[in-house]
């Protein structure tokens, strides 16, 4: 390099510089791309998560309008049907004790009986419709103040079993309802048909399950009990939500129900 003329050491120098610019060039290309790459995929996330938040927000507002709309339609039947129906039974209640034949007045308490049944599911729909009772807590209390309720009316010796810790777990108002009414209906049932003049009512939850068992002291399952449209529907409300429910005759009196329903956990 020394024996090189000074213009082309020159040259050289500047050919270097040069192509040192050039890489260098090109290495800032690339890091502005990459760096432009990277912006792109952080403002897509973002984009995307803007999307998503979107549609949980559009979710929650319906959510909410279905909630408003469960309360407005439980207020209303609460309100309106249920004090008609009352107002109806009432006036059923007064109009038979002015009925004079036997014949009129049996008719009167079936009108009398069928109202107050009305009645009484119309509550049970309020209920299940209201969504401060959607946790299983609130069901188990509910049937228990039924069957104390009852058993209390009706001067009869009971037990009832509670969970010691119940877990916290969400239970929609169409499983409530469906629950409740099987439980209302078979002790209905021994109410009416089994004589008994003890009830064991047993809650238990277990496996993300809940077990309820109701054993009495009567006389057993009747023959039109047993092969009517009033088990096949408890029955087929279970088979709805995934449960199972037995009804036997014990092996001495009485009858053992048991409903096993799959409930989960929060």
């Known amino acids: 390099m020394e024996q090189l003329p000074i213009e082309i050491k020159y ?44 549609l949980l927000e559009k979710d929650l507002e319906k959510s909410k309008a279905l909630l408003a709309e469960r309360k407005r339609i439980s207020a209303d039947l609460h309100d309106d049907l249920g004090s008609t129906i009352s107002s109806f039974a009432l006036m059923l209640h007064l109009a038979k004790e002015k009925v004079k034949t036997p014949e009129s007045q049996e008719d009167m308490n079936q009108l009398y009986e069928q109202a107050m049944r009305i009645n009484e599911n119309i509550k049970d729909i309020v209920w299940a419709s209201n969504t401060e009772n959607d946790t299983l807590e609130m069901l188990l209390i509910h049937m228990r103040q039924y069957t104390v309720i009852q058993c209390e009316k009706l001067h009869l010796e009971f037990e009832i079993d509670m969970p010691k810790h119940i ?30 003049s003890n009830i064991h009512v047993s809650f238990l939850t277990k496996n993300d399950e809940l077990n309820i068992s109701i054993i009495d002291n009567g006389i057993g399952l009747p023959e039109n009990i047993k092969y009517g449209n009033g088990l096949l ?19 001495t009196c009485g009858t053992t129900t048991t409903l096993r329903i799959p409930i989960l956990y929060t």
């Not at 260098?24 to 998560?49: G, H």
């Not at 309802?177 to 008994?196: G, P, S």
Request: proline letters at 1%.
């Open 167 to 196: 877990p916290e777990c969400t239970i929609d108002g169409v499983k409530r309802k469906d629950i409740l009414l099987t439980v209302k209906e078979t002790l209905n049932n021994i109410f009416k048909h089994a004589c008994a």
């Open 233 to 251: 529907q408890m029955k087929n409300r279970m088979i709805k939500q995934q449960g199972i429910y037995e009804i036997t005759n014990n092996a």
């Open 11 to 54: 040259t050289y120098l500047i050919a270097i510089a040069i192509l040192f610019l050039f890489v260098c060039f090109i290495v800032a290309l690339v890091f502005i791309y990459n760096k432009r790459q990277v912006y792109f995929l952080i403002e897509k996330k973002l984009s995307l998560a803007t999307y998503q938040n979107s």
